[in-house]
């Protein structure tokens, strides 16, 4: 598991790229990251970012882009990922009302398309999770299930987040093997007993676990991410490598 590439998701350090992105961008890749996953790009033209990622030897591993932007302007966002070389488009957060009564159909429908157009252009759309899509709908199922089933996995894949999951009483390791193939992404987080955010590797979840169930299901990249830290944002971003990496290794 040694090989596997690690992206850390900028939303982690975000007070500091909001002082100085492209400062950041490069201590990202003295840390030892291969990749980064984007939550904006700090202001920056397609043309500098690629010129960024260049200099850093860092690969563009993905892009969160919200609801409204995907819909108002999907065209343009995938014409930026495809200059600056990234492959995987995420919507990152829909609220509970999306999964209220007939909405999923609709919602389904809506991301099939997003998915279509970016499959046209050689991109892999996928939906990330918070705690809420792991509710029950009246069927049983989780609505995340209920999306996943209503979407086609050609389409709309699964950034899953480990932690959500977990937080929210399932197991990451279990869904990571229930939805195999269709994960190209996971956010690894780390839970302290409280249930707060900790860094990778400090916490109670079984990240090694994690990372061999994600290995087994086809998962091409592992995202750090700490959505509240502690310590020094940058300091957390360093933590979770070092021991991602020894866990890997």
């Not at 899509?133 to 050609?154: H, Q």
């Not at 955010?197 to 290995?215: H, M």
């Not at 502690?230 to 300091?235: A, V, Y």
Request: hydrophobic letters at 40%; glycine letters at 8%; a negative charge.
């Amino acid at each position: 598991m040694s090989n596997k590439l690690i992206a850390l998701q900028l939303y982690t350090v975000r007070d500091e790229t909001a002082r100085d992105f492209k400062a950041v961008v490069r201590q990202v890749a003295k840390m030892g990251y291969s990749g980064v996953e984007f939550a904006g790009y700090g202001g920056l033209a397609a043309s500098e970012l690629t010129a960024l990622l260049a200099e850093t030897g860092l690969r563009a591993a993905g892009t969160h882009v919200r609801w409204d932007v995907l819909e108002s302007d999907l065209e343009r966002e995938i014409n930026y990922c495809l200059e600056i070389g990234c492959r995987h488009l995420t919507l990152p957060y829909l609220g509970r009302e999306w999964y209220e009564g007939d909405k999923v159909k609709a919602l389904a429908q809506r991301l099939n398309a997003s998915g279509h157009v970016a499959q046209e252009k050689g991109l892999t759309f996928s939906y990330h999770n918070h705690d809420h899509e792991f509710a029950k709908s009246d069927d049983g199922r989780y609505l995340l299930d209920v999306l996943l089933d209503s979407t086609d996995p050609a389409l709309v894949k699964l950034e899953l987040d480990t932690y959500w999951a977990a937080y929210a009483g399932v197991d990451p390791i279990a869904y990571l093997h229930k939805r195999a193939g269709r994960v190209p992404l996971i956010h690894l987080k780390d839970m302290t007993p409280e249930r707060t955010f900790t860094e990778v590797g400090d916490g109670t979840l079984d990240t090694r676990g994690i990372c061999q169930a994600a290995e087994e299901s086809g998962t091409e990249w592992y995202v750090v991410e700490n959505d509240a830290p502690k310590i020094p944002s940058l300091e957390s971003a360093r933590r979770s490598f070092e021991n991602l990496s020894k866990i890997l290794a």
